[in-house]
């Protein structure tokens, strides 16, 4: 980190450097200091399309989607087959409330990839937020078997479990979800099953 502080303090407006270091900032975990670094790039290079990518992917890291949403909207009119950027663009409509425009893009990953894990997720989602139980179990049970170290899947497989009278294989799966990340969530969620046991 500290060369490429070295060279944007002789030049600024180092576009390379400047992405490079707000990569570092994100892997890091720095993610409003990620978010300036790539305003930065993007003021300097507005058409530098993986500066605007990951200036969106920081944004919505720090909770920005009202900045993250029209860029990866654009990025996809622009380029349609851009799996990931579809999938970070159909979470973040879920999360800020949009559910069929999540859902729209979540059912376009799955027309390339059936067996994109995020999209799967969001697709589960839908499922269980509206009842429709058995879907949602297919659902999380594909994206975890897509990604098993997808631990959103297990939290969310083991709610249903709950729901279907199944706690003792709910605490198993959290326990090994655990141990993939450790989540608050699913700390939480494994307390809130045990203690009720």
């Known amino acids: 980190m500290k ?3 070295r060279v944007l303090e002789m030049n600024p407006n180092d576009i390379e450097a400047l992405n490079n270091y707000g990569n570092m900032q994100f892997k890091a975990g720095q ?3 990620a978010k300036e670094t790539f305003a930065k790039l993007v003021q300097i290079a507005p058409n530098n399309k993986e500066g605007k990518l990951n200036y969106a992917a920081a944004c919505a890291k720090t909770k920005d989607f009202a900045t993250a949403i029209p860029i990866w909207k654009n ?3 622009q380029d349609p087959k851009l799996l990931d950027v579809r999938v970070n663009l159909a979470n973040a409509l879920w999360i800020t409330g949009d559910v069929p425009g999540a859902l729209y893009h979540y059912r376009q990953a799955l027309a390339v990839n059936p067996e994109q ?3 799967l997720n969001g697709i589960g989602l839908d499922h269980l937020k509206n009842n429709r139980v058995a879907e949602a179990e297919s659902c999380f049970r594909r994206a975890m078997k897509a990604n ?3 631990v959103q899947a297990y939290n969310n497989l083991a709610i249903v479990l709950e729901r279907n009278n ?6 198993a799966l ?3 979800a655990l141990t993939i990340e ?3 969530e699913i700390r939480e969620n494994l307390q809130r099953m045990k203690g009720t046991g």
Not at 166 to 171: D, R
């Open 182 to 184: 450790n989540s608050n």
């Open 31 to 33: 993610y409003a200091e």
């Open 166 to 171: 199944k706690k003792k294989e709910a605490i």
């Open 148 to 150: 098993p170290k997808f």
């Open 117 to 119: 894990p995020d999209a």
């Open 174 to 176: 959290l326990e090994k």
């Open 75 to 77: 990025a996809i009119r």
């Open 3 to 5: 060369a490429y502080e």
